[in-house]
């Protein structure tokens, strides 16, 4: 924040825009160190309702809303984009997209709750029971989602390494990277594979959602979650961990001198065996 700031500073036409949640201690360190600086809440901008609608009837241009359905949908989530965004991405592969929108505007007010993170979550509710086929599919894609939330603060892992840890209990015993990415891409409204594959969510409030529905409201539990890990890790450095494992010509010779490390790491030692590596003592913990 102060580098931003003397930046700014130091060049008079310069103007810096930092985007965050309402985050106390990010707003507060800006305010604070400087004159020149504002906050703003754009929660409570009257242009954000205008944007949240062009967006929306943008976005669902073919399914020809009414502009009174395109109204109660921009202010269903009083002005939380990320309401918005979410819906549409739900909404664009949908089977029935019409249909599906039709079934939202019909919710009557008082079935709707009326904290805006409610309504979120709500949705979340939505998307994924949508990604649920038969119920036995239940605790499967309870426990994907476990997975991705208690390694998301560590290292995000791919869908090949979510099932190598997955299949450590026996409920999952039969989970493959080809099942794990399944359900990932059926949940693409709150999930999303980056470049390197690795399972990542599109907007931090999914965490603390899943955080929320893991403590209750899963037929999984955070517990539960953490265990699998660790056992998966403690079998992982078993089966995995051996001397010499970059195979190495000369071990004398330091880290940093050995040109193809980054490589030879990569080749010789899973995604999944450095996580164990590394987190191990924090599922335990």
Not at 224 to 237: C, D, P, Q, V, Y
């Amino acid at each position: 924040a102060r580098l931003l700031l003397c930046l700014a500073n130091s060049v008079p036409w310069l103007r810096v825009f930092v985007t965050t949640r309402p985050v106390a201690e990010v707003i507060e360190e800006f305010t604070s160190s400087s004159d020149t600086s504002m906050a703003m809440n754009i929660n409570e901008e009257k242009e954000t309702a205008q944007d949240i609608r062009l967006f929306t009837e943008t976005k669902l241009k073919k399914l020809a809303l009414t502009n009174d359905q395109l109204d109660i949908l921009a202010a269903r989530p009083e002005r939380l984009f990320i309401w918005s965004s979410t819906l549409v991405k739900y909404i664009s592969t949908s089977r029935n997209p019409k249909q599906e929108i039709l079934q939202f505007l019909s919710h009557a007010p008082g079935e709707t709750p009326r904290n805006p993170l409610e309504q979120l979550y709500s949705l979340y509710d939505r998307i994924i029971k949508s990604a649920i086929i038969h119920e036995e599919e239940t605790t499967v894609v309870h426990a994907i989602l476990g997975v991705v939330l208690v390694s998301a603060g560590h290292l995000p892992l791919s869908a090949e390494s979510v099932a190598v840890f997955l299949q450590h209990d026996s409920r999952f015993i039969h989970e493959n990277c080809e099942s794990v990415l399944n359900t990932t891409r059926s949940l693409h409204a709150v999930l999303y594979e980056d470049r390197n594959g690795s399972i990542r969510v599109l907007h931090p409030s999914f965490l603390d959602y899943l955080q929320a529905k893991l403590e209750s409201g899963f037929t999984v539990h955070g517990g539960e979650m953490h265990t699998l890990m660790f056992r998966g890790s403690l079998a992982a450095m078993h089966r995995g961990l051996k001397f010499n494992i970059c195979r190495l010509e000369d071990s004398y010779r330091l880290n940093k001198d050995i040109p193809d490390l980054a490589i030879r790491i990569s080749k010789f030692i899973s995604e999944a065996l450095q996580y164990s590596s590394l987190f191990w003592l924090a599922h335990l913990s």
